[in-house]
Antibody, heavy 123, light 106 residues
Framework: EVKLVESGGDLVQPGGSLRLSCAASGFTFSDHYMDWVRQAPGKGLEWVGRSRDKVNGYSTEYPASVRGRFTISRDESKNSLYLQMDSLKTEDTAVYYC??????????????WGQGTLVTVSS | DIELTLSPSFLSASVGDRVIITCRASQYIGRSLGWYQQKPGKAPNLLIYAASTLQSGVPSRFSGSGSGTEFTLTISSLQPEDFATYYCQQIKSYPLTFGGGTKVEI
């Protein structure tokens, strides 16, 4: 059974840092692209970044809104995905989801999500 | 960035209704579009990918169509469990983007 369990969400002051973790199980972690997606309270979904699979060197992609502030990494030995968030802003307040992608001929689609972890940026 | 516009943003419907939600892309994305359903307090769930392919386990009352810049999600006969918010997502190019959501309520 595929499971994704996020942790690390907390209340942090503007300008602060936080690291989220996503523990993956039930599949070969290194074979899959992984995404972080967030959802501000009462708002829609926003893609926060991607870690490609091992074959692609775990290379990453980010939207402009977080590039240079957020960093995605993995620890193969722990089957874990991380989101290091620096220089946090109040607009980063959201539930953060870890998501697994699977590869279809048409591209990479998210088929499993974690339960989410809440990050609140406030003074 | 590719902007996705969902319409309507809010839809009031009844059980048994046929519901159609439209997603328009600001530029050509081929068939690189997926549809997600999200219920309150839960993570999204993939319904349709590649514009029209039904994800495994999703009821056949859900269908998707379209290509290029205009796409639709159709629920042929709305069921009580379908009251939720629906999002489209494009995977054609980075940054990946979602539409703002369509909330389907009674």
């Amino acid at each position: 059974e595929v499971k994704l369990v996020e942790s690390g969400g907390d209340l942090v002051q503007p300008g602060g840092s936080l690291r989220l973790s996503c523990a993956a199980s039930g599949f070969t972690f290194s074979d899959h692209y992984m995404d972080w997606v967030r959802q501000a309270p009462g708002k829609g979904l926003e893609w926060v970044g991607r870690s490609r699979d091992k074959v692609n060197g775990y290379s990453t992609e980010y939207p402009a809104s977080v590039r240079g502030r957020f960093t995605i990494s993995r620890d193969e030995s722990k089957n874990s995905l991380y989101l290091q968030m620096d220089s946090l802003k109040t607009e980063d307040t959201a539930v953060y989801y870890c998501a697994r992608n699977w590869k279809d001929s048409s591209g990479y689609w998210v088929d499993y999500w974690g339960q989410g972890t809440l990050v609140t940026v406030s003074s | 960035d590719i902007e996705l516009t969902l319409s309507p943003s809010f839809l009031s419907a009844s059980v048994g209704d046929r519901v159609i939600i439209t997603c328009r892309a600001s530029q050509y994305i081929g068939r690189s579009l997926g549809w997600y359903q999200q219920k309150p307090g839960k993570a999204p769930n993939l319904l349709i990918y590649a514009a029209s392919t039904l994800q495994s386990g999703v009821p056949s009352r859900f269908s998707g169509s379209g290509s290029g810049t205009e796409f639709t999600l159709t629920i042929s006969s709305l069921q009580p469990e379908d009251f939720a918010t629906y999002y489209c997502q494009q995977i054609k190019s980075y940054p990946l983007t979602f539409g703002g959501g369509t909330k389907v309520e009674i």
